[in-house]
């Protein structure tokens, strides 16, 4: 197992000449999953061929990765194994989580399942791409009063990111995920779509790539349940069927403020509550503590007539404003960073469909409109409950399967400096 740290000059030569040494097939092959007759007509990819050329198979140590890469190899599939070093602790002993998700077992995990499938497998060093596009950006959006997505942040920069650029650097086409989405690829471009197991879909967390990034993928799983996949992790003899699967913030244990304050002290400074009308009713123990649609800790000096939520923090001022429950009710959102997978369905300069304003929430029928700067105004037919400006909004269109377009939710008064 290799492991390499980027220097001033690239990747390092060492690790370049290794790979390149590894890219052929080896000469000896004992893979179970070859000899393992096909379960069903899925192994091959919905809507697309499996790729030729070499492709470049993430494997992060987990079930649906090692899974995901034995099916692309089974196929034919010329690959070569890679686990991303993201994330170390510094001082102290390593957790469960980050031994799982960024420290030794995954890295043995996933060297493994890599050896199962007969195929080389290597770990490189992405974290200085880790600190700046996950860990900084996550820090930054709480200090704004915003409710980042680091998962995302995570895909569209590191893994189908600089992982990628690395990948097309090796002489690599595509890049196999263990994600659960199905993609297509068509003449007229990438066809993002929610997988069969809609429990596991993972197509809003993708929605945020690009069409260039979204036609180098290769995404087994997104015609499989989580059950069958590890049925099949099973079968293959891969070590990992029974693995736990992965957490979301793989790089906080638990308190995810003291992560912060422990870097920003200052983040604890303490203000005015505030209800809508301007009265202040309490003080605040740091913006951190709060988000959008908080009910519980909001310290309200005895109003006694509540519940009260957190309708926005005000970094400017640094005080928190409260309201009732239909006052954070949104019917239109602004959302920056406009995303366009489905080029057509904007034909017109705007699209019905449904939209998700969290991972996970229930889909709303919306109406989507290109306007300046980049930007999508998304109109709701019914208000929504609790939007959280950091969130990414995914459009799907009106069958609530292919994702046409996304973007980042914008605070309230970037809504208003628009229409105004």
């Known amino acids: 197992m290799a492991e390499a740290k980027k220097g001033q000059n690239g990747w390092g030569l060492t690790l370049w000449l290794e790979l390149e040494r590894t890219l052929t097939p080896p000469s000896v092959t004992t893979m179970t ?15 697309r061929a499996w790729p030729d ?31 991303m070093r993201l994330w170390s602790p510094g001082e102290g002993e390593l957790s469960q989580k980050v031994r799982q998700c960024c420290g030794p077992t995954a890295y043995e995990d996933a060297r493994r399942a890599a050896g199962r499938a007969g195929i080389s497998h290597h ?34 920069l590191v893994k189908f990111g600089a992982l990628l650029r690395f990948a097309q650097a090796l002489g690599a086409t595509t890049m196999i995920t263990g994600h659960y989405v199905r993609i297509r690829v068509g003449d007229d471009g990438p066809h993002l ?16 790539l690009r069409p260039d990034q979204l036609s180098s993928i290769v995404a087994p799983l997104g015609a499989y349940t989580k059950e069958e996949t590890r049925a ?44 809508l009308d301007g009265r202040t009713v309490g003080r605040h123990d ?49 959302c920056s960073a406009a ?29 989507a409109t290109l306007v300046s700067g980049g930007r999508l105004h998304v109109e ?21 399967r292919e994702v046409l377009a996304s973007g980042i939710i914008e605070p309230d008064d970037a809504q208003s400096a628009a229409a105004s």
């Open 33 to 47: 999953l070859l000899t393992t007759p096909a379960l069903d007509s899925r192994s091959v990819l919905s809507g």
């Open 53 to 83: 050329g070499l492709a470049l198979a993430a494997m992060s140590g987990g079930v649906d990765s090692a899974v995901a890469t034995a099916l692309a190899v089974r196929a034919g599939v010329r690959a070569v194994g890679i686990t």
């Open 123 to 156: 770990v490189v060093n992405f974290e200085a791409a880790f600190q700046t596009a996950v860990v900084d950006y996550f820090t930054a959006e709480y200090l704004a009063g915003r409710t980042p997505n680091p998962c995302i942040a995570c895909n569209n």
């Open 193 to 208: 779509e929610r997988a069969v197991d809609r429990s596991k879909d993972q197509s809003y967390m993708l929605a945020g």
């Open 232 to 275: 099949l992790a099973a079968q293959m003899d891969l070590g990992v069927a029974d693995k736990p699967d992965s957490m979301d913030l793989c790089f906080v244990d638990d308190d995810y403020r003291g992560f912060i304050l422990r870097r920003f002290p200052q983040a604890a400074t303490p203000g005015a509550v505030l209800t």
């Open 286 to 334: 740091g913006l951190l503590n709060y988000t959008v649609g908080q009910r519980k800790g909001i310290p309200t000096a005895g109003l006694g007539d509540g519940p009260w939520y957190v309708v926005r923090t005000q970094r400017d001022s640094n005080t928190v404003v409260i309201g009732r429950r239909e006052d954070l009710a949104r019917s239109a959102v602004l």
């Open 339 to 367: 995303n366009i997978i489905v080029t057509r369905a904007f034909a017109s300069g705007s699209a019905r469909g449904r939209a998700v304003c969290r991972y996970r929430s229930a889909p709303v029928p919306a109406r």
């Open 380 to 400: 709701f037919d019914r208000a929504v409950s609790v939007v959280s400006p950091g969130q990414l909004l995914v459009i799907y269109d009106d069958d609530d």
